[in-house]
């Protein structure tokens, strides 16, 4: 992507660069415009995304339409790039792109960065109506938990455990109870990325979900805390592993953690 620096440099809203996270006054990509979706497009207290007149107004102000090739990063090894993928996807944007190992590797290579806002024209951006098969709510986990439905808790090994109610090192609210949704398959988000920041390949991603009973035919669910990083795996089962049926618990652990007599698991509930 670097040899196309001088497009994304551009007023051009054919191709837009977007830093999906609230460190882009630190220094980004040159061309690159902020959408900050956790301070910005998710309520993440009350466990919801951006509606659709609210996503069309918040895209369309930083000179993105419908016809747009969105390349999105982040920092996080692209936690917050996955999440914003997923909900372009959810509003069925046609031509979104991650940039695969985000502002990590972009730095770590060496390429420029820059302090400097580039000049954007608003557009009129007309989103479709959403893609439920790709967002999982509340009462879909209820109806999993009957039902041969994969649940994928992506979250770390302290959160699925019960020992935290929060993730570690991140500022985000904390959920009444810890533990995990029964009966749920636990894959770390991290397990999915390699030392570079990067999605480790094909064949290694396909063994490490068959390894848990994870295959492409089974309808699957993933969550974490707010949404963040299951996009992470929602984005290699759905897009690089071309899974049937996969979907994005956003509510995730804000919420289920917070439901009185929700159903949940954890390593300390007997002590």
Same mark, same amino acid.
């Given at each position: ?69 969105? /390349? $999105? ?10 999440? %914003?993928?997923? !909900? #372009?996807?959810?509003?069925?944007? +046609? ?96 397990? /999915? $990325? ?10 290694? %991603?396909?063994? !490490? #979900?068959?390894?848990?009973?994870? +295959? ?56």
């Amino acid at each position: 992507m670097e040899d196309r620096l001088s497009e994304f440099e551009q007023d051009d809203p054919e191709l837009r660069l977007v830093e999906a996270d609230a460190e882009y006054d630190q220094g980004h990509i040159p061309g690159a415009i902020q959408v900050d979706i956790l301070g910005d497009l998710v309520d993440v207290d009350g466990c919801g995304v951006a509606d659709k007149r609210c996503f069309e107004k918040y895209v369309g102000a930083r000179g993105i339409t419908q016809e747009s090739t969105v /390349v $999105i990063y982040s920092t996080h090894h692209n936690q917050y790039a996955a999440y %914003l993928y997923w !909900l #372009f996807k959810y509003y069925r944007h +046609t031509d979104v792109r991650l940039l695969d190992g985000g502002k990590q590797r972009w730095t770590e290579s060496g390429y420029p960065m820059t302090t400097e806002e580039p000049e954007i024209t608003p557009q009129e951006y007309s989103a479709h109506a959403p893609d439920e098969r790709i967002r999982a709510y509340r009462a879909d986990i209820e109806t999993a938990l009957a039902q041969d439905v994969a649940i994928v808790d992506v979250r770390s090994s302290p959160e699925y455990h019960g020992d935290i109610t929060q993730p570690p090192n991140k500022d985000l609210p904390e959920a009444r109870t810890a533990g995990h949704i029964p009966g749920t398959i636990h894959i770390t988000w991290s397990e /999915v $990325i390699d030392e570079n920041g990067q999605f480790k390949d094909q064949s290694t %991603l396909e063994q !490490l #979900f068959r390894n848990h009973g994870s +295959t492409p035919e089974t309808e699957t669910i993933v969550y974490c805390h707010v949404g963040e990083r299951s996009s992470i795996v929602w984005f290699v089962l759905s897009e690089l592993l071309e899974y049937q049926i996969v979907s994005n618990y956003d509510g995730s652990w804000i919420e289920w953690g917070n439901l009185i007599n929700a159903p949940v698991e954890s390593d300390t509930e007997e002590s």
